[in-house]
């Protein structure tokens, strides 16, 4: 059976430090993988998606980066965070189309 | 631009009435809609979906109508229980390519009365 994985649960780190989110899955191969963030109040915001390995889009223009370095990891990085990027962040996947599985969550507070 | 939209953040019920959670979208080329529930602190989960060539789709207590020449889709929960209390988002995908992006409305809060 498919499992996807993300860590940290949570995460609290200075403004100005860099930041490093991993996601895997497993049981599965050529996922298509996507990186979420529901802000204080908001709904969900799509950050990136990747279909595979280094083919990443990103959907918002920010502070945050994303790499697929293997066919079933997704990193969400940042060289500075700002309050801004405050926010539970979500990794998800899905076969192809259809609907996602998502991680756990990262909760991510910029202090 | 928000092509998903759900104008209710909040919904109270009481335990064992209906529910009824709504969803507006703009974008005529969607034709898959989903819904998710999420708890505090976890990742959503799927709930119930319908393709755009259907009108409605029944799973025990969650129906989900979809009306395409209002562009609106809602989610029933007959009767709603104590444990129904969460965010429910819609979300919406697009026809063709295969990046099976979502996306998501805003979420309405439910929550259910014992």
């Known amino acids: 059976s498919q499992t996807i994985h993300q860590w940290p649960a949570t995460l609290v780190q200075p403004v100005g430090s860099p930041l490093s989110l991993e996601c895997t899955v497993e049981g599965t191969s050529n996922p298509n993988l996507y990186w979420y963030r529901q802000a204080a109040g908001r709904g969900l915001q799509l950050l990136f998606y990747s279909v595979g390995i280094g083919q990443i889009s990103s959907e918002v223009p920010q502070n945050l980066s994303a790499s697929r370095p293997q066919d079933r990891q997704f990193i969400l990085s940042s060289k500075k965070l700002l309050l801004s990027d405050s926010g539970f962040y979500l990794c998800?996947?899905?076969?192809?189309?259809?609907?996602?599985?998502f991680g756990s969550g990262t909760r991510l507070t910029v202090v | 631009d928000q092509q998903v939209k759900q104008n209710s953040p909040s919904l109270s019920v009481q335990e064992g009435r209906i529910s009824i959670l709504n969803c507006d979208y703009t974008n005529s080329m969607f034709d898959y809609f989903l819904w998710y529930k999420k708890y505090p602190a976890e990742g959503p989960t799927f709930l119930i979906s319908i393709s755009s060539i259907k009108d409605k789709n029944e799973d025990g207590r969650f129906t989900v109508f979809l009306n395409k020449s209002a562009k609106h889709l809602s989610l029933h929960i007959v009767p709603s229980q104590p444990g129904d209390s969460a965010v429910y988002f819609c979300a919406a995908s697009l026809i063709g390519g295969n990046t099976g992006k979502l996306i998501f409305g805003q979420g309405t809060t439910l929550q259910v009365k014992p």
């Open positions: 998800a996947w899905t076969p192809g189309r259809g609907g996602y599985t």
